[in-house]
């Protein structure tokens, strides 16, 4: 019965369906993104390939969120650390014109120590102060070539070369230029570090402590580990509330569909109390067909957002979409709670119909 | 009268199976039923005494608005008396709540109704196996087979109502209504949308059914042809019966 009932008015199965797989895309999709973003950035950093970072004091480990600058001069400090093989200093600027891009001020010398050096896939290092590197996908998303003239902070930068993805950011210029940029003479936002073995790196941490009290010392182990969602103030809120308004949006689809299924189904339901169908009876009849409108939609839901997924990276290869079997059950389990919510008080309604007054119902 | 209402049972849903022998399908005494129609009370039923023996098959005439429905509506369960006392197969419907009626209407009554009221998005066949799975004793193919065969819809089975004649459609209707073979069978108006040709077809069943099966049977009809099918024929206005 409960598959004979949803066929029987398709265009209202369909949008409760739809509903359902928008709900399920909405909280893949967002949880996928955010999370695919946060972590894409840490595995960039990562990708440095230094053992320890090091920021002055309150800096955010959110780099765009703050430039907090700090002489250059520690680095040298750093580097006599023992068990220290590399100190790199970078300056982070932040380019909010045309697009949010997070641009590495970089001493090339130092920086080629610490993370082995640019792989370039076309063009080669900086010749000039207002020369620029972008990586493959930045390359790709913005259809950029060497020798184009990017504008950020007011300023053309011609792109010299196009390096692989995976060195802490997508856009570097050299240091010198980015600390005339910001006025930042002689400054740096952070310290990479990296240790003559890996397993240096509690020790080198604990020697930085003394010397720099107060700054923010981080293993990159560390860093990558608070990378999540609950690390930056509001995220996490914005997450919730995403995933309300597509449970909300699913609840009351369904709430909806199946408050007109009752009131179209009346004469139906006196005839099965008639036949002696009890308030649970019918109660499950009416959950049943909610749960298969769920689980169509979940599944629906499913294959619409390995599309969207696929459409995103196609159209921005810059955003990461994460999709997580962990947040896969998530959402079909929010979809079917929401379903079944929706569909638990035109149920009740359903078992409380009066039967004489059900059989008359036209 | 009055000794039947004695003796029953302390758990209204298990009543006594006979006394003597004798027990009454139906026995209601002083039955009284009124509707509240905004803040007038309307009486339907105003002291209906009734008894029906197991196996007979009666009709039950008037005019509309008499409380013929409303009898029907009482006996199958489906609403509560407001006064007097009614037993069905020895269970009393007054002492009993809406989730014991309805158990008892699932295993000891059967409705066929005027307007057939088959399942629009089911097929014939998936309309008579519902009522043996709101039953809940399981699927009886041989039971099926038999009352598919008796009704001549073996053919039909795999039609859905609407491609199904206003007969045949009530021929399902009643195959639904007996497929757990109930105590007592209900028909409010069975002819009263059907033309005489499939009328007749209709009322041979249920005398069929009478006859061979015992299968006791109230059947309200407008119709005086209808009604000489019955063995017994009671008339009633204004709430009462009036004659027996």
């Given amino acids: ?362 | 009268m009055g000794s039947i209402f004695l003796e029953t049972t302390e758990d209204p849903t298990r009543g006594a199976d006979r006394i003597g022998g004798m027990e009454p399908i139906i026995a209601t005494d002083n039955l009284t039923k009124t509707y509240r129609v905004g803040k007038v009370d309307v009486p339907a039923l105003r002291g209906v005494d009734l008894i029906v023996q197991e196996g007979e098959f009666l009709a039950v005439v008037g005019p509309s608005g008499c409380g013929k429905s409303t009898l029907l509506h009482v006996l199958g369960g489906l609403t509560r008396p407001t006064g007097g006392q009614v037993l069905v197969d020895g269970n009393d419907f007054t002492r009993m709540n809406d989730r014991e009626r309805t158990k008892f209407r699932r295993h000891k009554i059967g409705f066929v109704f005027q307007r057939y009221n088959l399942l629009p998005t089911l097929t014939a066949r998936h309309n008579i196996e519902i009522a043996q799975h709101i039953q809940g004793d399981g699927f009886n193919p041989h039971r099926f087979e038999s009352v598919a065969e008796m009704l001549g819809i073996k053919d039909k089975l795999d039609r859905k109502p609407y491609a199904l004649s206003g007969g045949e459609q009530q021929r399902v209707a009643i195959a639904r209504a007996v497929i757990c073979e109930p105590k007592l069978l209900l028909a409010d108006e069975p002819t009263g949308n059907l033309d005489t040709e499939n009328s007749q077809v209709v009322l041979n069943m249920l005398r069929i059914l009478n006859r061979d099966f015992r299968q006791t049977i109230l059947m309200i009809t407008h119709n005086p042809e209808a009604a000489s099918v019955a063995d017994r024929i009671i008339r009633m206005r204004d709430g009462r019966i009036v004659s027996d």
């Fill in chain 1, 1 to 362: 019965m409960i598959f004979e009932n949803i066929l029987h008015r398709p265009i209202r199965t369909l949008v409760s369906v739809l509903a359902v797989a928008i709900e399920v895309g909405m909280v893949m999709l967002v949880v996928g993104m955010t999370h695919g973003m946060l972590h894409e950035t840490a595995k960039r950093v990562q990708g440095v390939g230094a053992d320890i970072m090091v920021q002055p004091p309150g800096a955010s480990m959110f780099f765009g969120l703050t430039q907090a600058p700090m002489p250059v001069q520690i680095g040298d400090r750093l580097a006599q650390i023992p068990h220290v093989l590399a100190v790199t200093p970078v300056l982070f600027l932040f380019n909010a014109h045309g697009g949010i891009n997070l641009i590495y001020g970089v001493d090339m010398p130092s920086f080629k120590n610490v993370s082995g050096g640019f792989i370039y896939l076309k063009g080669g290092p900086f010749q000039h102060p207002h020369d620029i590197l972008v990586d493959d996908w930045y390359a790709r998303a913005n259809n950029v070539k060497v020798g184009s003239t990017l504008n950020f902070l007011n300023n053309n930068f011609r792109v010299a070369g196009i390096v692989e993805h995976g060195m802490g950011a997508r856009l570097f210029i050299p240091l010198s230029t980015a600390q005339d940029l910001t006025g930042a003479r002689d400054k740096a936002s952070i310290f990479y570090v990296k240790c003559t073995d890996p397993g240096y790196t509690p020790a080198v941490i604990n020697a930085m402590k003394e010397l720099l009290p107060k700054y923010q010392l981080r293993s990159i182990k560390e860093y990558m580990s608070l990378m999540t969602s609950n690390e930056l103030p509001a995220l996490n809120a914005f997450i919730t509330a995403m995933i309300t308004v597509a449970v909300g949006i699913g609840f009351l689809v369904i709430f909806l569909s199946m408050y007109t299924t009752i009131t179209e189904r009346t004469r139906e339901i006196g005839i099965l109390k008639s036949l002696g169908a009890g308030k649970r009876y019918i109660i499950n009849v009416i959950l049943r067909e909610a749960c298969l409108l769920s689980v169509l939609g979940i599944i629906t839901g499913y294959v619409g957002t390995w599309l969207v997924r696929k459409v995103i990276v196609a159209t921005f290869p810059t955003l990461t979409v994460e999709l997580t079997m962990h947040w896969a059950v998530w959402a079909g389990l929010l979809a079917v709670g929401g379903s079944l919510l929706g569909a638990f008080y035109p149920a009740i309604r359903a078992a409380r119909l009066d039967p004489v007054d059900s059989l008359a119902y036209e």
